[in-house]
């Protein structure tokens, strides 16, 4: 099982919209602490589950994809990203077009708040049926 803040950026990725990109920075304000992106990067490359949360999502700050030990090789993630219609320029996501907006963060957050008060609840439901 996972920390409780790495549940926190797994369940913020799997609100990035398809076809939007969010960065590590992003992601981890929305878990808290925006200084965190570094912890951010390495929980997302521990990801359990990658068919439910959508790491491939979430890039740097200038838009470029993960090393090439992410995702099975150098190209995958990008090849991921266009496969939901984001668009490349010069080996980056057209940020312009593709980040989430300041609308969209809202969206998330607001989304986050609630799935995490279910995620603590369903945890709390738990420890009790076991005592």
């Known amino acids: 099982m996972c920390s409780p803040l790495a549940e926190r950026i797994y369940a ?4 990035i919209p398809r076809g939007k990109v969010a960065t590590y920075s992003q992601i981890a304000a929305l878990a808290g602490n925006r200084n965190l992106r570094r912890y951010v990067g ?3 490359h521990k990801n359990p589950d990658n068919g439910f949360t959508p790491c491939h999502r979430v890039v740097n ?17 990008q090849q991921k990203l266009e496969a939901e219609g984001v668009r490349f320029m010069q080996g980056h996501v057209d940020m312009e077009r593709f980040c989430i907006t300041e609308d969209d963060f809202e969206v998330m957050r ?16 738990g420890k009790r049926q076991k005592d």
């Not at 700050?61 to 993630?77: H, I, T």
């Open 110 to 125: 607001l989304d986050l708040d609630d799935a995490w008060t279910l995620y603590c609840r369903l945890l709390i439901i």
């Open 12 to 15: 913020a990725v799997r609100c």
């Open 42 to 44: 390495n929980t997302l």
């Open 61 to 77: 700050a200038k838009g470029f994809c993960s090393g090439s030990f992410a995702f099975g090789g150098p190209l995958v993630q």
